[in-house]
């Protein structure tokens, strides 16, 4: 399960980052592919929200991770 978390993170951060060089990119604009990188963020986050309360209430997480 560690390994789901940590990877589940790492795209989160490759989320972040994209955005981050499409605003570049794009000069400060609204640009749909930063709106979508970062709406991809707040999924994945939302996911590993979800996962991680389903993974403590079954009792297939334990406090330590």
């Known amino acids: 399960m560690r390994v789901v978390v940590i ?3 790492l795209l ?19 640009s749909p592919r930063m709106v979508k ?3 991809v ?3 994945l986050s939302i996911f590993l929200f979800l996962l991680l309360m389903a ?7 334990t406090q330590h991770l």
Not at 13 to 29: I, T, V
Not at 55 to 61: I, V
Request: glycine share 14%; aromatic share 12%.
């Open 37 to 39: 990188a970062l709406s």
């Open 7 to 9: 990877l589940i993170l």
């Open 55 to 61: 993974g403590y209430a079954t009792g297939f997480l």
């Open 12 to 30: 989160i951060l490759a989320s972040l980052g994209s955005a981050l060089l499409f605003l570049f990119k794009d000069r400060g604009r609204s």
């Open 41 to 43: 963020r707040v999924g």
